[in-house]
């Protein structure tokens, strides 16, 4: 399974665009990008899933550029109800296929 | 759709005691559960894939006597830690699928604190 690299933590205001990064440089031709979500004490969240150049859904988009080296997770807008962590996870279009494995993720802190 | 249920929420036990973990796809049918553990401030660590009717099978590192884990429909899985200690204070969170070619759906987690 590909490494994935995101940074620890990131803070922002409400109103502004957050865009959290994650590396996974051995990412496989069959490998999808997933993104999820997980606030304090509740289990994750799944957000958004792509391939390559961009997806983008009523929560958040997804920008993978053409070497899908890298992908960026993009939240227009953060309110103080996107405080959370962050995991980017590349491997299986359908995630249900194995047990996923998480990295550190990134917490997300948004101040009033 | 696709809405999977944990119970308790959150539980306290005294050290030396046993402590079930039930996990309920409430509008699917889960041929795979997965069990996972999380420690505050870290991510999620799988412990065991549980499949219906079969036994789970265990990540290393994992005692498979201490954390039973049963199977025993498509629609529950339970987790009991057995003779519980302080160091398994955690919070234990589990998903399942219909099958590889689905979606893997997390349930909202339970918070196990062992005094």
């Known amino acids: 399974l590909a490494k994935t690299t995101q940074p620890i933590s990131m803070d922002s205001y409400e109103g502004q665009e957050v865009n959290i990064t994650c590396s996974h440089n051995?990412?496989?031709?069959?490998?999808?990008i997933t993104w999820y979500q997980q606030f304090p004490s509740q289990g994750p969240r799944f957000i958004i899933q792509?391939?390559?150049t961009k997806v983008t859904n009523e929560v958040a988009s997804l920008f993978i550029p053409a070497d899908r080296k890298s992908s960026t997770l993009s939240l227009p807008r953060v309110s103080l109800s996107d405080t959370a962590v962050y995991y980017c996870?590349?491997?299986?279009?359908?995630?249900?296929?194995?047990?996923?494995?998480f990295g550190s993720g990134t917490r997300l802190q948004v101040q009033p | 759709g696709a809405v999977v249920s944990q119970h308790p929420s959150w539980v306290i036990c005294k050290s030396g005691t046993s402590v079930k973990i039930e996990c309920r796809s409430l509008?699917?049918?889960?041929?795979?559960m997965f069990w996972y553990r999380q420690f505050p401030k870290q991510s999620l660590m799988l412990m065991a894939t549980?499949?219906?009717?079969?036994?789970?099978?265990?990540e290393q590192g994992v005692e498979k006597d201490k954390f039973l884990i049963n199977h025993a429909s498509l629609t529950l899985s339970t987790l009991t830690v057995t003779s519980a200690h302080p160091e398994d204070s955690s919070f234990y969170i589990c998903?399942?699928?219909?099958?590889?070619?689905?979606?893997?759906?997390f349930g909202p987690g339970t918070r196990l604190t062992v005094t």
């Open positions: 051995n990412i496989a031709t069959n490998d999808y």
């Open positions: 996870l590349v491997g299986d279009r359908n995630t249900g296929r194995r047990a996923l494995t």
């Open positions: 549980s499949n219906e009717g079969s036994k789970a099978t265990y």
């Open positions: 792509g391939y390559k």
């Open positions: 509008d699917f049918q889960a041929t795979t």
């Open positions: 998903s399942a699928t219909t099958g590889p070619s689905y979606e893997q759906y």
